[in-house]
């Protein structure tokens, strides 16, 4: 059985180069091999990875940042620093302080976005990747459907209401779940405070620059996704997916030989990577990245 997460990782932090303390996860696993840097998605945070790290933790080892405005990380005073641009400065200023030469990057969503900007700006350090339903192109679909909840806060009374609110918006993208799925899901986006309401973990400015169009990624995506070539690459895709069009996925997959594509069904944006295709995809990238 798995151990607690405080009893399974222990907790770091970090300046940014404009002064934010920032907050990341680090759970112990073998030193013969790279880490697996998880990067997470727009609203997420830290907890976001709890059982990806419960289920590859001591085999190897996970480095889990939460990005600014994020979970215990530092609220940025200005909010257009909220910006793919600056989160890839801040994790590489993770990288160095840890001194993590190489490592293999987990990204969902945001996380993926900044997993391809790392990987042109920075190639020799990413040894394998997974993307998680993104790509260097998104849907104008998706997009809007985020942009239409992202930053308005909203608090609950109990676990329960924010349970019931998240499967109120998100009935579409994870059809199959059930209450329990939607009260895991709501213990990792919200957190409890000291008035005793239960709110979304994340600065809600986090909206302001994520509703300019062209924030939402960077420059040149499928330039920087091809900084990839000669690794080991996953990508997987939800079914239901309206961030992540079938035909960019299928383009990705051609585009660098090698790359592997799963598509995990009955699921939406974006996959919790617990579902059992990609949890197979994981551990046959993982499986090249160990014997390389």
């Known amino acids: 059985m798995a151990l607690p997460d405080k009893q399974r990782c222990t907790d770091g932090y970090w300046w940014s ?20 840097l998880c990067l997470h998605g727009l609203t997420r945070n830290a907890r976001d990875w709890d059982d990806v790290a419960g289920r590859l933790g001591g085999e190897w080892r996970l480095i ?35 001194d993590l030469p190489r490592v293999v990057a987990f990204g969902t969503s945001l996380g993926g976005i900044l997993t391809m900007l790392l990987a042109a700006t920075d190639r020799d350090r990413i040894a394998a990747a997974l993307l998680n339903d993104v790509g260097p192109e998104l849907d104008p679909v998706g997009l809007g459907r985020i942009r239409g909840y992202v930053g308005k806060q909203v608090s609950h009374p109990t676990w329960m209401h924010a349970a019931r609110c998240m499967a109120e918006g998100n009935a579409a993208v994870y059809p199959g779940y059930d209450v329990h799925d939607w009260l895991h899901m709501a213990k990792r986006l919200h957190r409890l405070t000291s008035a005793g309401r239960i709110q979304l973990d994340y600065d809600m400015r986090i909206a302001e620059p994520f509703r300019v169009p062209g924030n939402e990624a960077g420059p040149d995506m499928w330039r920087a996704y091809e900084a990839l070539a000669g690794k080991p690459v996953a990508i997987v895709r939800g079914a239901l997916s309206d961030i992540l069009p079938a035909r960019v996925a299928e383009a990705m997959a051609q585009r660098i030989d090698g790359a592997e594509l799963t598509v995990v069904p009955d699921t939406g944006h974006a996959p919790t990577l617990n579902e059992a295709p990609a949890q197979a995809a994981i551990d046959r990238l993982l499986a090249r990245v160990a014997a390389a």
Request: glycine share 10%; charged share 30%.
């Open 64 to 98: 889990v940042p939460e990005m600014r405005g994020r979970g215990e990380s530092g609220y940025a005073r200005d909010p257009m620093t909220y910006v793919p641009l600056v989160y890839l400065q801040d994790v590489e200023a993770l990288l160095n302080q840890l």
């Open 17 to 36: 180069n404009d002064g934010l303390r920032l907050h990341y996860r680090d759970y112990a696993g073998r030193d013969d091999r790279p880490a697996i």
